[in-house]
């Protein structure tokens, strides 16, 4: 009975951590900062011609 009241403490810290501050993945800025550049690009090309 300790270990099953463990394990869910355990999960509802978890939750509440995520509620208070939630999941930022840092990977997904640069990647969506790069290919806003690759359509500025492929933009800029397209009206060059």
Do not use: W
Not at 25 to 40: F, G, H, T, V, Y
């Amino acid at each position: 009975m300790k270990r099953v009241m463990a394990m869910i403490l355990f999960v509802a810290g978890g939750f509440a951590t995520e509620v208070a501050h939630p999941v930022y993945c840092s990977l997904l800025a640069p990647s969506m900062q790069s290919a806003a550049r690759e359509r500025k690009r492929e933009q800029n090309t397209d009206s060059r011609t």
